[in-house]
C-alpha cells in the first residue's frame, strides 16, 4: 500500500518532468505528500536545471536604492506605517558607485530595487537607467521599484530596462486581501505583470512560502498560476516576520517547504531563472545552498553602500548586512563550489531552448 502511494507520487513527479501539465488536485497531493517525495523532485529539478543552464549560476548584484515606500503591506518592514524604520535613498552617484564596484567584482546584472517611493520620478529613474547602460553596456538592468502605471513602465524600458521583478505575493486574491490593506489590489497587480510582458520585459514574478493565512491549496495554486502567466524569473522565500509590523508574531515559513516549491517550479518552467534568496539564507545558514540543490540558479548578493544595508531590513535578522560586496562574493564562490556549480560572469539572461 505505502509503496504503490509513492509510486504514485513519483508517477506525478514523472508527469512534470515530460512537461506534461498538472492539475491543482495533483499538485496538492504532492505537496502534501512531500516529506515521502522530495528525494526524487530534487534529482529531477536539478537534472531539468542542468539541462538547460548547465553548472551555471548567475549572480544579480542587488542595489536596495530607497527605502521608502508608499505602501502599507502588513508582512515588510518597511511598510509606510513603521515609524522604526530609518528612511534613505541614494541619489545617482551613489548608485552609479555601487553598480561600478558590482561590475568589478563580476556582476553583468544589476537590479535595482526599492520601496514604491514617489520621490523616483520617470525622468529621475531614466536618467539613471541610461547612465547605467551607456557605463556598462554589456550589462542587464533589473528594475524592482513596484507597481507603476503602463506609460512609466514603457519610459523605463526605452532607456534600457531589460528586466522587472514583481512578486504576485500570492495567486488567491481574497489571501492578497489579507496581506495588505483595502487600498491595495491583487487586480492591479497582475495587471502590472502583463503590462511588463507586453512591453517585452523579462519578467519576475514571485510569492512568499508559509505567509500568514496561506494555506497548502494557496500552494498548489501558486503553480497553477505560474504555469498560466510564463513569467521567465520566480522569486521564491519564507515568509520572515518582521517585529515592527502587524504579523510580528507570525510563524515564518519553513525551509524544506520552500525547497520543495523551488523543485516543483524548475520543473513546471524547466527554464525558469530561479534564484535561492536571501530569506531562505536567513532562516537557515546552509539555505541557499540547499536551493541550488532544489533546482535554483540564481544568487542576488547585496551591493548597497554597507551603511544603508541594515536600514532595508524586510524582514528580521536579514544575512549579509554587515558585509562589503566583495566578502559576500568571496563567500558565495566558496559555497556554490561545494554544491558542484559555478558563479560565472555573465549577464544571464533567460534561455528559451
Ligand atoms: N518575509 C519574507 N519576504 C518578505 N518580503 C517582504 N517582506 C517580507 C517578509 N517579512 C518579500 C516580498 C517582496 C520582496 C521584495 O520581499 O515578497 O515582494
Ligand atoms: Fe554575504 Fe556569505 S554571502 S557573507
Known amino acids: 500500500m505505502q509503496k504503490q502511494h509513492i509510486a504514485m507520487y513519483d508517477e506525478l513527479i514523472d508527469k512534470l518532468r515530460k512537461n506534461q501539465e498538472l492539475s491543482k488536485d495533483e499538485y496538492l497531493i504532492l505537496i502534501q505528500n512531500r516529506k515521502k517525495c522530495s528525494d526524487y523532485l530534487f534529482k529531477n529539478s536539478t537534472e531539468v536545471r542542468e539541462k538547460v543552464y548547465g553548472k551555471d549560476i548567475y549572480i544579480r548584484g542587488l542595489i536596495e ?4 515606500c508608499k505602501n502599507d503591506c502588513l508582512y515588510c518592514g518597511i511598510r509606510r506605517s513603521n515609524k522604526c524604520a530609518e528612511r534613505y535613498r541614494l541619489d545617482k ?4 558607485n555601487s553598480a561600478c564596484q558590482g561590475y568589478n567584482l563580476g556582476f553583468r546584472t544589476f537590479v535595482m530595487q526599492g520601496g514604491e517611493d514617489g520621490y523616483y520620478t520617470d525622468e529621475i529613474l531614466v536618467d539613471i537607467i541610461k547612465s547605467i547602460k551607456e557605463k556598462y553596456p554589456d550589462c542587464a538592468i533589473t528594475l524592482s521599484l513596484g507597481e507603476r502605471s503602463f506609460e512609466s513602465y514603457k519610459k523605463l524600458k526605452e532607456a534600457g530596462a531589460d528586466r522587472y521583478l514583481l512578486r504576485h505575493e500570492t495567486a488567491s486574491k481574497s489571501h492578497y486581501e489579507k496581506l495588505h ?19 517585452g520585459y523579462q519578467v519576475g514574478a514571485g510569492f512568499m512560502v508559509g505567509s500568514p493565512f496561506q494555506t497548502e491549496e494557496n500552494l498548489a495554486d501558486e503553480l497553477i498560476f505560474l504555469k498560466k502567466l510564463k513569467p521567465q524569473m520566480v522569486g521564491i522565500g519564507p515568509f ?3 517585529k515592527d509590523t502587524p504579523f510580528k508574531n507570525e510563524n515564518a515559513g519553513s525551509v524544506e517547504l520552500t525547497l520543495f516549491m523551488l523543485g516543483l517550479i524548475r520543473l513546471t518552467l524547466p527554464n525558469v531563472l530561479l534564484p535561492a534568496t536571501t530569506a531562505l539564507g536567513t532562516i537557515d545558514p546552509l539555505g541557499r ?8 540558479n540564481v544568487l542576488m548578493p547585496n551591493l548597497s553602500p554597507v551603511g544603508v544595508r541594515k536600514k532595508y531590513m524586510l524582514y528580521d535578522n536579514k544575512i549579509c548586512t554587515g558585509d562589503e560586496a566583495a566578502q559576500c562574493v568571496e563567500c558565495l564562490k566558496n559555497r556554490i563550489a561545494k554544491t558542484g556549480c559555478k558563479i560565472v560572469v555573465s549577464r ?6
Do not use: Q
Open 65 to 68: 536604492f530607497t527605502n521608502y
Open 93 to 96: 552617484e551613489e548608485i552609479l
Open 181 to 199: 490593506p483595502k487600498e491595495m489590489s491583487f487586480d492591479n497587480r497582475v495587471n502590472c505583470l502583463k503590462n511588463l510582458k507586453k512591453l
Open 240 to 242: 520572515i516576520p518582521h
Open 289 to 296: 545552498e540547499k536551493g541550488i540543490k532544489a533546482g535554483a
Open 348 to 353: 544571464g539572461d533567460y534561455k528559451e531552448n
